[in-house]
């Protein structure tokens, strides 16, 4: 995978921070995307295993939900934004 090259002054905004909004991330640094990502979430915590949950409950330990670490999503420049709702688009 790819990680953040500052001198990419491309970015990518993805409205979403669930799955899929990670996904996208991740799949734009396995094509050797090196620009900027930022993903803004309405969620107050990064993107977790919704199949888990119930199974989880039992230990209450979170972090056997997350499905990434913000240690990984460092490391590939990947920018998270938690708590915010995206209330419209500017594309410029």
Known sequence: MARRDPSNRTKFVIVGGGTAGLN???TL???DYTGEILILSNEKVLPYDR???SKTLAT???KKL???QSDFLDEYGID???GYEATSINRE
Do not use: V
């Open 24 to 26: 996208c991330a991740e």
């Open 29 to 31: 640094r396995q094509s």
């Open 51 to 53: 199949t888990l949950l």
């Open 60 to 62: 209450m330990d979170a």
């Open 66 to 68: 997350t499905i990434r």
């Open 80 to 82: 998270y934004k938690l």
